[in-house]
């Protein structure tokens, strides 16, 4: 099992399986769990489920709760592995505040392949009309954000396979 110590977060669009993935790397790391989603207010998941995408404002909450769990992980020394979409850099931003050392890895994938897969997904508050409003918020992370980058077209535990060996890389970075 590698042995980390900081948080690492699992980015992009709905749908392309940041939940899955985050739940494989976190067992595989020994790491606890956090599912970004699940720290949405209610209002925030009602904006949501009624179709309308959320704001920067929306956000601003959310984020804030996510940062102060990846903080209380650094603080301690101890890893967390947290999904989050995080579409914009100023969203990257705020979490990585909380902890400099934040590995990010992204979901890449296509619109196409990803709108088929929410067309599948059952119970989730997140509506696949929102899927064009994410891809229109999406800001891939730049080269300086030393984001890894993951084709969604793997399967989740070639995904896993294909990120774990360059996590240790990404969090040896001053």
């Not at 179709?51 to 990846?70: N, V």
């Not at 989050?84 to 392949?113: E, F, H, N, W």
């Amino acid at each position: 099992m590698l042995k980390i110590v900081h948080s690492v977060l699992i980015m992009g669009v709905s749908g392309s399986g940041k939940s899955t993935v985050a739940a494989l790397l976190a067992a595989q790391l020994g790491c606890p769990l956090l599912e970004g989603d699940s720290l949405h207010s209610a209002h925030n998941i009602e904006r949501m489920a009624a179709g309308h995408a959320l704001t920067d404002a929306d956000r601003q909450d959310w984020l804030a709760a996510i940062a102060a769990r990846i903080a209380a992980a650094a603080s301690a020394g101890q890893c967390l592995v947290v999904s989050c979409s995080a579409l914009k850099r100023s969203y990257r931003d705020i979490l990585r505040q909380a902890d400099p050392r934040l590995v990010l890895v992204y979901l890449k994938g296509d619109m196409t392949l990803i709108r088929a897969r929410l067309a599948r997904r059952q119970y989730h508050f997140m509506p696949p009309a929102l899927l064009e409003s994410q891809f229109q918020t999406l800001e891939e992370p730049a080269s300086d954000e030393h984001a890894i980058e993951c084709s969604i077209e793997l399967c989740p535990d070639a995904m896993v396979a294909s990120i774990l060996p360059r996590i240790t890389e990404a969090a040896s970075r001053p």
